[in-house]
């Protein structure tokens, strides 16, 4: 067998692992979306600040969040600096594993 043949043998066995743990804020809107929050609207105006939006890692949202809430510009509104905080709430939560929802895969 050349090598080459061998390569593609061992590529065709890897497969990407299925995801067991919410990753991104796509996952979480789908967990809040299942607990029934009537502030999905807000969370997702928070997920918009995000260049990458809904597709940014929780983790990485919630570092950037805590330095903006913490660190708040004078030209946020009060409204949406309270957005901001019930969003690192709810990110904090889910990385703790006390959001009450369990993840489920999203497609």
Do not use: Y
């Not at 600040?49 to 983790?59: H, K, L, M």
């Not at 509104?77 to 939560?93: M, T």
């Amino acid at each position: 067998m050349n090598t080459m043949n061998a390569h593609s043998q061992t590529f065709e066995k890897l497969a990407l692992l299925p995801q067991t743990k919410p990753e991104f804020l796509r996952d979480v809107i789908a967990m809040k979306r299942a607990r029934g929050d009537t502030d999905l609207d807000g969370f997702k105006r928070v997920c918009a600040e995000f260049g990458s939006g809904v597709n940014a890692t929780i983790g990485g949202a919630a570092w950037a969040m805590r330095s903006w809430v913490k660190n708040r510009k004078t030209w946020i509104s009060d409204v949406q600096h309270a957005r901001r905080i019930a969003f690192l709430a709810d990110l904090d939560a889910v990385i703790a594993g006390t959001f009450g929802v369990e993840f489920k895969r999203v497609a």
